[in-house]
Structure formats: C-alpha cells, structure tokens
C-alpha cells in the first residue's frame, strides 16, 4: 500500500508541481447541483417515516442530502433542527440514528487522528494476508457479479452510492477477493462526492472487521430484498449461506477470481481519471498578497461551503482555499472538482491553489484572517479551535504565522463525549443519555462561541499508511 498516492497513469502526469493539468470544463452531476437552493431543497422533501421504512432499499427514500452535509452547505444541526420542525421525532427515530453515525465517525477521528487510515485493530486474517492494489475488474464493473458491477457502473455515473451497496461493495473487495480494506477506501473516496475521510474510511474498517467486533458479509438473497432486478446476484460468488461466506471471511487461501463466464456480451466502464490539481478551466491563482495586505480574511475551503456569516465587514476579502498538501495524497475526480470549484466560486472569485507553508506566509500580511474549521485540514494546520486544542496539537518545529486564524468551530448536532468510545453503541448510550426527543438533543448542544483562536501552521506532514 502506498503511503501517498504516487504517479498513476489515471492522474494523467500530473507531476506534483502547482501546474494545472487540463483545461476542459468538467461535468456536474444533474443529481446533486452544487447550490444551496438544491440544498434546501433536498433537504425539505426529507420524509422521515419514508426514510426509517425504506432507507436499507437501494430504490428507498433515502435524503441524498451527503454530498451538502460533507461540504458544509449544511450542518447535522440544522438537518435535524428543519426535519423535526415538520415532523417532530424521537431521539431514538432511524433518522437521527443515522446522523449520529457520521458524528461518531468524527468522534474517532478526532481521538484517533491519522490512525484512521490504519487498521485499529486485527481483523479476521493477517495484514499480510490482503493485496493491496485494487484489481483492475473492480475498477471497470468487469467482475461478472452483477450487484458489484451496478454499484461501480452507479459511483461513477453519478459520484454517489447508496450506503448499503458501499458496504457490498466493501464486503465483496475485502473478504472474497482479499484485497487490503485500505485500497478500496481509497479508491472510493476519489469518486464519492460526498468523501469524507472519517465517514468512508472507518465504514470500510467496520466491514472489515478492523474496526468491529466482527467482518460484515452479505449474499445474494439479501441483494435481491433490497435492490433492484439487474442487481441481483444469484449464481454468483456472494450466492452462499451467511456461515459459508463468514468462513470465507476467515480464510486466507480462499480468493473469489472475475466470473468471465458471466462477461459474456458486457463491456463494463472505464474507470474516471482522478486528479491532484484544479484543473485551469476553474479560474484558480496562485496566492497574491496585494488582494488581502492590511484587510480582514474570510477563508473558505472545500469543507464550509455553506452562507457566509452575516455579520462579517463589508470589506472582508473572502478567499477560496485549495490545499496541495491535501490534493498530493487524496486527488479527486472531474465531477467532485466541479462540484466543489461551482459552489466556491459562488462564493468568492478569489481562490487560492497553494501549499500550506506559502499561504503561512501570505496571511501574515492581512489585519485579521478568520474561517469555519473542519477535521479535514487538520494533518495540515495543526490547531483548529479553543474547543480542541488538546486533539490537534502543533507539530515539533512548526512555527504559526503571524496574528494566526480565528477558526470557528462547527456547530455541533451531538453532545461532546469525553471519553473515547471505540464502539458506536457505546457513544450512542453517552450521547443521547437522558434525551427524549429531537428537541431535547437540539437543546443540548447550543451553537459555540462565534469565534475560536487559534494558529494556522505551516507544515507540510506525510501521509500515513497502513
């Protein structure tokens, strides 16, 4: 496995030098546009009752509301606050379950931090037992299983995937062709629109079984209860009882191999080009002093998307963020690019392709520079808030820029549990102690201080791996 992801012919060249590799306007997925008002619309047509019946079913009313919350269009918060205006829910309803998955996800990384990206603990088989390139018919829906195929040919075509076919997908890549839980993860975030390293990368360890008590299998019957007919699966690899394919999980020597018989006729899809740059059709500059010298700074970055704040000065120069520390070892595809550069550039027409050492620099020379913090920059910039100091500590020999940032923390959905909690349910239990209601939660965790101190850090840390 790699530490970084290095030259890859799907990177199209791109050498790791601030150069932008291509120029052609890249595609936004119709499904999810990248603007508030898709947002909020979304967003209102939540139908809660619909979703806790039909949320397992690939064709079930699911929010699509992931691609928002990822990108700070909106908040866990504020989805619940909206939703249970209209309909008002029990703490315990499948809804809010959910939410507190993707905040559970935040707790771990936040006690963890980069240990993420590694295995927490032994899963069935050995680490040695595992490859650790994801093989190439995964990659181009070529396997002749007809439930991965669809979920690839899906991830591609659209950038999203439902939840339950990530975790097939996962089940499959990992326990029945023994490939290392680290390359699919990987491999996923580049293509999701909704990638978030905490939510993608501890779901992939929690099919694994390196982060739960046990690995997570499925088989054909349970494709064909809840996705659609061309999914399903029978006479495949996955059609085996849940015991045999558990024994499977546990067994070194035994590798499913592409069904070719079953290719027969079907051309499969090529896999996307995933890229470590903006592209130059994206209007995004190098730094430049002369535009924030003496001024306050308002930073936005692919994570706070959302309204800027309303009571920011009228002459504060609000600058888009990309980081090259970040995009030299987590390249995106053209699709998630777009989505991301429409949406800033709504935002600002100032955005910065740019290394966290130089943009230290740079922001030296403005009067004050604040922005909303998100765990995403944390490898890079050392400190995020007042609220977690202690969790993102300074790096030895890295040095704040001058007046540092005044980050903003996020306004949270859940109570902060102190204590690590290596298991969902045991959080749960903590975070939801005593609450009744959705309003009871709402009421819990009231909206931080409107500003955090803390430094911006010039570094430039590697990547860990597994």
């Not at 520079?369 to 944390?378: A, K, S, T």
Request: some cysteine.
């Amino acid at each position: 496995m790699r530490n970084r992801h290095q030259a890859d012919p799907q990177l199209d060249g791109i050498d790791g030098a601030s150069v932008l590799p291509f120029a052609a306007p890249m595609p936004i997925h119709a499904s999810h546009p990248p603007t508030m008002d898709a947002a909020l619309a979304r967003l209102a047509a939540v139908q809660p009752s619909a979703y806790a019946r039909t949320r397992n079913a690939i064709e079930g009313a699911v929010t699509g509301l992931s691609p928002y919350i990822t990108h700070g269009l909106l908040s866990l918060r504020q989805v619940l606050a909206e939703v249970n205006a209209r309909h008002p829910l029990d703490v315990q309803h499948k809804l809010v379950y959910e939410l507190g998955w993707r905040a559970f996800f935040r707790h771990v990384w936040q006690h963890r931090g980069d240990d993420i990206l590694q295995s927490l603990h032994a899963g069935p088989l050995p680490e040695g037992a595992y490859d650790r390139e994801l093989p190439e018919d995964i990659r181009q829906a070529r396997t002749g299983v007809p439930v991965i195929d669809r979920a690839v040919e899906t991830l591609y075509t659209t950038g999203t995937l439902h939840n339950h076919a990530r975790m097939w997908l996962a089940s499959y890549v990992v326990h029945l062709r023994k490939v290392h839980w680290r390359a699919g993860a990987d491999w996923l975030y580049g293509h999701l629109l909704d990638g978030d390293l905490a939510s993608n990368h501890l779901s992939w360890q929690w099919v694994a079984g390196t982060g739960s008590s046990k690995p997570y299998v499925f088989n054909a019957e349970n494709v064909a209860r809840y996705a659609p007919t061309d999914w399903h699966s029978f006479g495949s690899a996955v059609d085996l009882s849940y015991a045999a394919l558990d024994a499977w999980a546990h067994a070194s020597s035994r590798r499913a191999k592409p069904e070719t018989s079953a290719l027969t006729g079907f051309g499969g899809m090529e896999q996307p080009a995933v890229r470590r740059a903006p592209g130059s059709a994206m209007g995004v500059t190098a730094p430049e002093v002369a535009l924030i010298a003496g001024k306050k700074v308002w930073l936005v970055h692919p994570w706070s998307l959302g309204p800027l704040p309303a009571d920011l000065a009228p002459d504060t120069v609000i600058v888009g963020l990309y980081l090259k520390d970040f995009h030299d070892v987590w390249p995106w595809s053209d699709a998630r690019w777009a989505f991301v550069d429409t949406r800033m550039a709504a935002l600002t027409p100032i955005r910065w392709w740019t290394d966290v050492a130089s943009l230290a620099v740079v922001l030296r020379e403005a009067s004050a520079v604040q922005g909303r913090w998100d765990q995403h920059l944390r490898p890079w910039i050392g400190c995020s808030s007042s609220t977690e100091p202690q969790r993102a500590p300074a790096a030895p020999g890295m040095a704040p820029a001058a007046g540092g940032v005044d980050w903003v923390p996020d306004s949270p959905l859940f109570p902060e549990v102190p204590l690590r909690c290596d298991s969902f349910s045991q959080w749960w239990r903590r975070a939801v102690k005593g609450l009744q209601t959705a309003d009871d939660l709402l009421a819990q965790a009231p909206d931080p201080d409107p500003v955090g101190s803390a430094s911006l850090v010039a570094t430039a840390r590697r990547a860990p791996g597994p």
